[in-house]
Nanobody, 124 residues
């Protein structure tokens, strides 16, 4: 079973940037679609972006033009580059692997194992 692990969160001021990383044990990421998700306090988890095995990228409207997801096959990683961060981007961020994207998210699965996430805090 593939387990995705996210890292790279931190605290930044509005307008700042962060880059999150997604790695996985038990698999090579370029064989999978990778989805990024986030969950803000008191809110449901929501999809942020998805990159297909062919490197097609899809984004939620809330992050389009500010976030970019890319692959680094040499390091077997997928990154979420976040720019022009806003306080409403504050959340716990997660990555997931699957076989394909459904727009900017992943297919609904009856069972997904979520990692610990990485915290992103945008505040002045």
């Amino acid at each position: 079973q593939v387990h995705a692990v996210e890292s790279g969160g931190g605290s930044v001021q509005p307008g700042g940037s962060l880059r999150l990383s997604c790695t996985a044990s038990g698999a090579t990421l370029d064989n999978y679609a990778i989805g990024w998700f986030r969950q803000a306090p008191g809110k449901e988890r929501e999809a942020v972006s998805c990159i297909t095995k062919k490197n097609e990228q899809f984004y939620a409207e809330a992050v389009k033009g500010r976030f970019t997801t890319t692959r680094d096959n040499a390091n077997d990683s997928v990154y979420l580059q976040m720019s022009s961060l806003k306080p409403e981007d504050t959340a716990l961020y997660y990555c997931q692997v699957d076989t394909y994207c459904v727009g900017y998210t992943l297919p609904t699965r009856s069972r997904r194992t979520w990692g610990k996430g990485t915290q992103v805090t945008v505040s002045s």
